[in-house]
């Protein structure tokens, strides 16, 4: 994931106007080390036999969750390129109304939001319930550690109001 360039435009805080700083660049050993531990998450997930365009739901469903534009710009052109279609990326934000996904692939959903809502164990048990049944241990702790991974992302982008830019 790239750090954008400092946006020009203010935050408000308590009233007044206070600039965020973007945590990447001020604290650039803790982002590496989180761009590492994505990195090392990736390969874990390609190891478990877990396809990019999955990976990439994951991605953009937590990020729907959390309301990270700056990362569902990122990763809705990453599951382009991985193959995604526009229809399905559409309506993922509605994946259980749909047909369009595949066991696999609602499972990985499934745990991806069970995963951001942490707080909600029903939704936890439900969701590694339903994983169990199409997804081996190593799937599931893939899928797990994207949504973590992904969260910690959305955490950087939001808090430090990353930018979508129009020249993407």
Known sequence: MSSP???????????SPAPRIYLDKQSPKAYHALV?????????????GLDRVLVELVN?????????????????????????TTRRLGVLAAWRE?????????AALALAEATTSAADT??????????????????ISAVIWVAITINAFNRVS?????????DH
């Open 158 to 166: 939001i808090l430090s109001r990353h930018p979508v830019r129009a």
């Open 36 to 48: 590492q531990t994505s990195e090392a998450v990736r390969a874990t997930a390609a190891d478990a």
């Open 60 to 84: 953009l469903r937590v990020s729907q969750i959390n309301g990270c534009a700056f990362c569902l710009d990122v990763h809705t052109r990453a599951a382009l390129r991985a193959g995604e």
């Open 5 to 15: 360039t400092p946006s020009p435009e203010p935050s408000l805080v308590h009233g």
């Open 122 to 139: 029903a939704a936890q048990d439900s969701a590694y319930a339903a994983a169990r049944e199409v997804l081996t241990d190593d799937q």
């Open 98 to 106: 749909t047909g369009l996904f595949t066991p696999a692939e609602r």
